[in-house]
């Protein structure tokens, strides 16, 4: 209240956020599984997905097909969003994100609609989360997927030494 008040002069100034602000909801592909959760869960009904089915051949003979959703469609309306954020809480697969962005004005309300192309886009421009504590505890799903990985590396290279001839110590040379 003693101090003057500053105009910031915006198209010339860009503002300076925090790292982790809340511009747009950016969309990671891969990682959507057409659960539909963000669309059922969101108050403003402004996500809309399309998506159809398709048959997945059986990984191993013998075995069932099995059918995956595939998507079609994926858009927010962001005239209708109040960034409230759910949607990406709710999201089981880590496929919706906050992206910083915040200039995306139009000037027709109709093309405030954003599709998966517009949100894949914003995706990039997500900041990587901070670094976790060192006395944090790592999470058990990459602790198992870390055992998985080093467990298959031993077997490979067990594979590969149970393979070569007698002395031969892979360079190529014998001994």
Request: charged fraction near 20%; hydrophobic fraction near 35%; proline fraction near 6%.
């Given at each position: 209240m003693t101090r003057r008040a500053v105009t910031q002069q915006y198209p010339?100034?860009?503002p300076s956020l925090p790292p982790r602000t809340r511009g747009v909801i950016g969309l990671f592909e891969e990682n959507c599984?057409?659960?539909m959760l963000c669309a059922r869960e969101c108050p403003d009904w402004?996500?809309?997905i399309d998506s159809h089915k398709e048959t997945v051949p059986a990984a191993a003979p013998g075995g069932r097909e099995?059918?995956?959703n595939v998507l079609d469609?994926?858009?927010i309306d962001f005239s209708l969003c109040m960034y409230c954020g759910i949607c990406v809480e709710v999201c089981p697969f880590d496929a919706l994100f906050w992206s910083p962005e915040f200039e995306y004005a139009e000037t027709d309300i109709r093309e405030l609609t954003h599709e998966r192309e517009k949100l894949r886009e914003w995706m990039w421009t997500v900041p990587e989360p901070p670094p976790l504590t060192e006395a944090a505890v790592e999470a058990k799903e990459l602790t198992a997927a870390r055992r998985t990985a080093e467990r298959a590396a031993q077997e490979q290279a067990q594979d590969q030494a149970q393979d070569r001839?007698?002395?031969d110590d892979g360079t190529g040379e014998p001994r």
């Open positions: 010339e100034n860009l599984t057409v659960c402004c996500i809309y099995r059918s995956r469609r994926f858009a001839p007698a002395g």
